[in-house]
């Protein structure tokens, strides 16, 4: 029997798999610990002083963090859908770009974030794009989510969404957690920060957080598994408000550009 080979995630047309799911991720994806960007800003000085590039932005749950500190904000994005559905800020600029080639001036970001997006990135390009829109001593913070150990809705969360992930679970679990680097930042000290956090879903939550991400078909009898599974996991651990408290973990990982 021949091996099945996969593919890495930025050969998997990630500039076009979100389509159709952007108001989903929009409503449904879970936005990320105050700590966490406290984390993310420190040792940069006043946030209104700085300019951020959120790279592979999506709707900009991450983007409208930094703003809300007074950060001005480049969200770098190239899917249309996603950047239509994402919710204006004053501190927020849009620019239809990529990780590879983000279309921002030479030295002109104090920070670059990219937030649960870093895995569909090629990694060569993507960090000397990177370094090349660095200030000297500019910052680049990754961000990822993933399941909290011992929770049990999120841990069975996890397994029903798993079986329509042919192509792509597995491949970017594993890049989250431990981010594909190049140079120049493959060989920089890096920090590697873990928070707490939970979020709370209804039914209608739970499923459009599964449909959002860009594995878990919509339609089909593995989609009919889906909802059926999803209206288990909800009678078994909703409470009173008819919400399900889902345990995450945030990881952030923070590497400096060097001289």
Known sequence: MTKRM???PWELDPTSRFDNRAELYAKYRPSYPFDAIDKVLMGLGDP???AAADIGAGTGIVSRLLAERGVNVRAVEPNGDMRAAAES???ISWVEG???NTTLPDKSIDLVTSCQAWHWFEPVASCAEVARILKPGGKLALLWYDDKPGNEPSERYRQIVKPGAVETFGIHAVEQWEPTLAPPFDTVEREEHV???SYRLD???LIGRARSASYV???GPDAERLVEEMQHLHQRHADSDGCVTMGLIC??????KPD
Not at 251 to 256: A, D, L, Q, S, W
């Open 6 to 8: 996969h593919r890495k």
């Open 48 to 50: 209104h002083d700085l």
């Open 89 to 91: 800020h004053g501190l």
């Open 98 to 100: 990529t990780a590879e």
């Open 195 to 197: 928070f707490d956090y």
């Open 203 to 205: 039914l209608e939550g």
């Open 217 to 219: 078909p919509h339609e």
């Open 251 to 256: 990881v952030v990982h923070i590497m400096h």
